[in-house]
């Protein structure tokens, strides 16, 4: 390939979403070493690619915080400028495909993600759910590069080893592990009585035990189980998004819901459990490399439901989220001993 060439790589949200890319980034500069890559995510997500030689990066929001139809044709601009000679959106909404468009007329090479919306559906419909495994989010971004001319490789995840931040002392022996048990919408969050009982057979079961989360409620919860139990700590709020992912390096296992958390724990290859309740793996949202036995769900007729998690639950109790504590730290057990 030409060492002229400059691919820009294109993915927005969500921060889940930002994260697997960095798979397909890391291939990319695997296989092509002298060509040139830009990626265009969000401000807060870059630090996700920083075990990546030589990425540039273009952000969503411009010097003043702008990001809508202005600061695409801007980016366009800016993009340009910088030599981008390929075009990979591995995105596809109203934005990304202006930026497609002005692209082109430039000359640039480009390609979109094919999403599959219409076999996810057939997974989600009301009845005669069709759960035949779908691609891999991971594998489709690799197909979009394929199309502009750099297919790649990708490969298994290993562990990465990273240093313990620094609120946090030293790696001590014993056997630590997280827990991420909420995400952005209720039918992908661990309900209330139960994250209380897995947070406290976990600090019965484990030396350490950390809680992920949010602001608000969430951290809320995580400060309370910090108070309860000794060997348990609340992460929200003392250290930076980057090094999250370092605490996950030096972790032996991950809890997570089907959210961002997940995708986290896969960039340093931590083996994490993930639970899953109105959607479903079978989409192919799970965790880059994770084990298929580490995904736990419950066999519902009304699941999933949902692609992404966002459809209220027709009962309105979120039943499908009920996976027992007890099975969550049986597959902890066997990752760990």
């Not at 994260?19 to 296989?31: E, N, P, S």
């Not at 022996?173 to 897995?198: C, D, H, M, N, V």
């Not at 998004?241 to 959210?259: C, G, H, R």
Request: hydrophobic share 40%.
């Amino acid at each position: 390939m030409p060492k002229s060439d400059r691919i820009l790589v294109v993915r927005l949200s969500a921060m889940g979403d930002v994260a697997m890319t960095v798979h397909a980034v890391a291939a990319l500069r695997r296989a092509y070493p002298d060509v040139a890559i830009t990626m265009l995510t969000r401000r807060a997500w870059v630090p996700f690619f920083r075990d990546v030689e030589r990425v540039d990066f273009l952000t969503l929001e411009g010097a003043n915080g702008e990001k809508g139809i202005a600061r695409v044709f801007q980016l366009a601009s800016e993009a340009a400028a910088s030599g981008v000679t390929h075009v990979a959106d591995l995105h596809d909404v109203l934005r990304t495909k202006l930026l497609r468009a002005l692209l082109r007329l430039r000359g640039c090479r480009v390609a979109k993600i094919d999403k599959e919306k219409a076999l996810k559906e057939r997974a989600t419909r009301p009845t005669d759910k069709d759960l035949t495994p779908l691609r891999h989010s991971v594998e489709r971004y690799a197909d979009v590069l394929g199309t502009i001319g750099y297919p790649i490789e990708l490969p298994q995840v290993g562990r990465y080893e990273r240093a313990l931040p620094a609120p946090f002392g030293e790696r001590s022996e014993g056997r630590w592990i997280g827990i991420a048990p909420f995400s952005k919408q209720e039918g992908k969050t661990y309900p209330a009585p139960l994250r209380e009982q897995l947070v406290g057979l976990a600090a019965e079961e484990f030396d350490r035990v950390f809680i992920f989360s949010g602001g608000g409620a969430e951290r809320e919860f995580a400060g309370a189980m910090e108070s309860r139990h000794p060997n348990v700590t609340a992460v929200f709020g003392r250290i930076r998004l980057d090094e999250e992912v370092d605490l996950m390096a030096n972790l032996d296992a991950m809890v997570s819901m089907d959210s961002s958390a997940m995708h986290m724990a896969s960039l340093v290859g931590t083996p994490t459990v993930s639970v899953w309740g109105a959607t479903h793996p079978a989409t192919g949202f799970y965790g880059w490399g994770s084990s298929s036995e580490n995904r736990l769900q419950l066999d519902l007729p009304c699941r999933p439901c949902s692609v992404y998690g966002e459809k209220a639950c027709q009962f309105g109790d979120y039943r499908c989220m009920r996976v027992a504590p007890e099975r969550i730290i049986e597959r902890l057990r066997a990752i760990t001993q």
